[in-house]
C-alpha cells in the first residue's frame, strides 16, 4: 500500500461527519404549520319571528379572542322551492365597538339577533316551515390572497388568545345549515285576524276601505324614519273620509321596549279640507315622522323597529253636512323600520362567556 494512501482515507473519513453536519445547518427540518382553531359557529332559528341566536364555541384546547357581535353575520337563507337570499346588514351597522371576548376551553358566547334586522327584503314574507339558514360569521377572506397561498391579513373573527399560538386566526367561520321548524303563533304571523277580515269580499254596492302600510323602510338616521299608508277603496262606490297624519295610532315595539303615540284625532276638531273623497279604485296616502310622533327616546337605539298602525277615523262629517265613513282601520301587516344609527350603542352590555353546561 502506497504511503500516501492511509492519510488520504483518513482524511476523507473525517471529512463524512463534518458534510453531514453542514447539510444539517444548510437545511433545517421543515416547520409543521398551524391547524385552524376548533372554534365553531351555530345559529338557533327556533321560530320565524325570532329571535334567533347566534353561538359561538371555544373547542380548542387554548384560550381564543373572538370579535363577539352578530352583527357580522351573513345568512344564506332559502325558502322552500326559492333561490338563496343573502342577508347582511348594512356597513354602517356593522361599525361600532369592538367587541373583543376571550373564550377559555369549553366557553361559549351566545347572542340573539332578530333575522328581519339581517334580511331586511322581501324574504321576511317568503320564509316559513323547511326555509334553511346558513350563517357566515366574521370577515369575507381575501380572494386572490387565498388563490395564491398567501395567508390572509387581518382583522380576523378569532385569534389565538396566548403565546406561542397552537393555531392560525380565522377571518370567517361557517355554520352547518340548519331548517326552520313549524311556526308558532307569535307577533307579526301571516294572517292576522285583521287581515283575513280584510280580505273578506267587499260587499256590493259600497264602499270598502282598507289601509295597508309601506311594508320595509331603511332608514339611515332617525329623521329618515317614518310611516307611510295608503287607505285603498276597493268597494265598487265612492266613499268620503275625514282623513289626516295625526290620526294614525302608532304601536311601536323595538330595543328600548313599546310605546303607542300618534292617534289624536279624537281630541282636535274636524276640519272640512280634510275630507276626501276617495274613489272605487283610488287611494289616499299619508305619512308620518316617527320622530314627531313618538318621544324621541324611543329611538334611541339603532336596529328593528315594528309599528302596528291604525287609523281612527271619528268625524262623520255633520257638522258639514257631509256623511262620512267612520271607524278604526288597522293595517293588517306591521311596518318595519330599521334604524341603521342612533345615539346609543347597538349591544346594551359587553361580551361575556358562558360556561359549558
Known amino acids: 500500500m502506497s504511503r500516501f494512501f492511509l492519510p488520504v482515507m483518513a482524511a476523507a473519513v473525517m471529512l463524512v461527519p463534518a458534510l453531514a453536519l453542514a447539510d444539517d445547518k444548510a437545511a433545517p427540518a421543515a416547520e409543521v404549520p398551524l391547524p385552524g382553531p376548533l372554534v365553531t359557529l351555530a345559529v338557533e332559528a327556533p321560530n320565524i319571528a325570532g329571535p334567533w341566536a347566534m353561538v359561538i364555541t371555544n373547542g380548542d ?9 352578530a352583527r357580522l353575520l351573513r345568512l344564506l337563507v332559502a325558502p322552500v322551492g326559492k333561490k338563496y337570499v343573502e342577508c347582511q346588514l348594512p356597513a354602517t351597522m356593522r361599525e361600532g365597538d369592538t367587541r373583543d371576548l376571550v ?15 339581517l334580511c331586511f327584503s322581501k324574504v321576511i314574507d317568503e ?10 360569521w366574521g370577515y369575507k377572506p381575501d380572494a386572490k390572497r387565498a388563490k395564491a397561498n398567501k395567508p390572509q391579513l387581518p382583522p380576523f373573527v378569532v385569534e389565538p388568545a396566548v403565546a406561542p399560538a397552537t393555531f392560525l386566526p380565522e377571518k370567517q367561520l361557517v355554520s352547518v345549515t340548519t331548517w326552520i321548524p313549524a311556526p308558532t303563533p307569535k307577533g307579526d304571523t301571516k294572517h292576522t285576524q285583521a287581515e283575513l277580515k280584510a280580505l273578506e269580499t267587499p260587499p256590493l254596492n ?3 276601505l282598507l289601509v295597508h302600510p309601506v311594508r320595509l323602510l331603511d332608514a339611515p338616521a332617525l329623521r329618515d324614519a317614518k310611516v307611510t299608508v295608503t287607505v285603498k277603496n276597493v268597494g265598487d262606490r265612492a266613499g268620503m273620509i275625514h282623513i289626516r297624519p295625526d290620526q294614525l295610532e302608532l304601536q311601536v315595539t323595538g330595543p328600548a321596549g313599546r310605546a303607542v303615540c300618534g292617534g289624536r284625532e279624537r281630541h282636535r276638531a274636524p276640519v272640512r279640507d280634510f275630507f276626501r273623497t276617495i274613489a272605487p279604485k283610488g287611494s289616499e296616502t299619508l305619512t308620518v ?6 318621544p324621541r327616546e324611543m329611538f334611541k337605539r339603532p336596529g328593528l323597529y315594528e309599528v302596528q298602525t291604525i287609523l281612527h277615523a271619528t268625524a262623520d262629517g255633520s257638522k258639514f253636512g257631509l256623511h262620512a265613513i267612520t271607524g278604526d ?6 311596518a318595519l323600520v330599521r334604524l341603521q344609527q342612533a345615539k346609543d350603542a347597538y349591544h346594551k352590555a359587553p361580551p361575556a362567556a358562558e360556561s359549558k353546561k
Do not use: N, Q, W
Open 127 to 136: 320564509m316559513a316551515e323547511g326555509t334553511s339558514v346558513t350563517a357566515f
Open 289 to 294: 315622522l316617527l320622530a314627531e310622533a313618538c
Open 206 to 208: 259600497a264602499p270598502h
Open 103 to 117: 373564550l377559555k376551553p369549553g366557553e361559549t358566547y351566545r347572542e340573539e339577533f332578530d333575522p328581519r334586522l
Open 61 to 69: 384546547s387554548a384560550p381564543a379572542r373572538i370579535h363577539a357581535d
Open 329 to 334: 282601520f288597522p293595517t293588517f301587516h306591521t
